[in-house]
């Protein structure tokens, strides 16, 4: 079995609440969307092509919409 650990960020009250209460009414936890977009972001680092741009500039891009949503419904 594969040794877990935690991983601990600084987040803006505001955004962590926004995220939170996004990826609950979605159906998902915290924990699987950040697991599923660190997996990615490992997968791409690897890829046969070695560091495609493109596909990370493509997942941040996913990134900064996910925030700015989440910052839209904070404000509304």
Avoid: P, W
């Amino acid at each position: 079995m594969a040794i877990e650990s935690r991983l601990t960020i600084r987040i803006e009250e505001e955004i962590r609440t926004a995220f939170r209460s996004k990826v609950e009414a979605q159906g998902k936890t915290v924990t699987d969307v950040l697991l599923k977009f660190i997996k990615e972001y490992v997968e791409t680092e690897n890829s046969e092509n070695g560091h495609d741009v493109a596909q990370i500039e493509q997942r941040v891009q996913r990134l900064e919409s996910l925030v700015e949503e989440c910052l839209g419904e904070l404000v509304a």
